[in-house]
C-alpha cells in the first residue's frame, strides 16, 4: 500500500537521486496528520460551541487542582496556549460566563483563574467526546503500536528541546 508521501518520495527519488530524502517519510506523515486529525478535533469542539484553545484552557483547569483555578501565568505553562493569546481567551471564556477572574488571595498583584459551574459542566461534557474522537482516530493502531509511537515522538519533543512547564 502507498500513500502520497510515498508517490513524493519517488519523485525526488527519480529527479534528485543524489538527495536522502527519507526524512520526508517521517515529517511530511506527520504534517499531513496533524491536518487531519485538527480538522476532527475542531469538529468536536465546535459540537461543543468551543475551539481547540478554550477546551485546552478549560480542561487544564480543570486537570490542575481540586479547586479549578490557576493563575494565567501558571494557565501558560500548563496549557498549549501562547502567552499572547491567554488574554483574549480568557476575556472570551470569561464573557462567555465560564471562567471567573478574581484578585489572588496570596499575590494581590496576581489574579486567580477558576472555572465557573458552567464551566465545570462544559468541560465535563466536552472531555468524553474529545477521548472518544482521540481513540477513533488511533484505532488502526493496537496498544503496543500506540505505546511505540507516544515513545517516538516523546524523544523527538525532547531531541527539539520541548520541556515540561
Known amino acids: 500500500m502507498t500513500d502520497h508521501v510515498d508517490r513524493v518520495l519517488e519523485q525526488w527519488r527519480v529527479r534528485r537521486p543524489d538527495l536522502d530524502a527519507s526524512p520526508m517519510a517521517v515529517i511530511g506523515r506527520l504534517s499531513r496528520l496533524t491536518r487531519l486529525v485538527d480538522a476532527e478535533l475542531r469538529r468536536t469542539f ?97 496498544q503496543e503500536g500506540r505505546d511505540a509511537l507516544a515513545e517516538s515522538l516523546r524523544q523527538l519533543l525532547e531531541h527539539l528541546g520541548d520541556k515540561p512547564a
Open 46 to 142: 465546535a459540537a461543543h460551541d468551543l475551539d481547540a484553545a478554550s477546551f485546552d484552557v478549560l480542561a487544564t483547569l480543570r486537570r490542575s487542582n481540586a479547586e479549578h483555578r490557576l493563575t494565567p501565568a501558571e494557565l501558560m505553562r500548563s496549557s498549549m496556549v501562547t502567552s499572547g493569546a491567554i488574554t483574549q481567551r480568557l476575556d472570551r471564556l470569561e464573557a462567555r460566563g465560564l471562567v471567573t477572574r478574581t484578585p489572588s488571595a496570596s499575590d494581590g498583584r496576581s489574579m486567580d483563574v477558576s472555572l465557573t459551574d458552567d464551566g465545570l459542566a462544559l468541560i465535563d461534557r466536552a472531555l468524553p467526546d474529545h477521548i472518544a474522537t482521540e481513540e477513533r482516530l488511533l484505532a488502526a493502531l493496537d
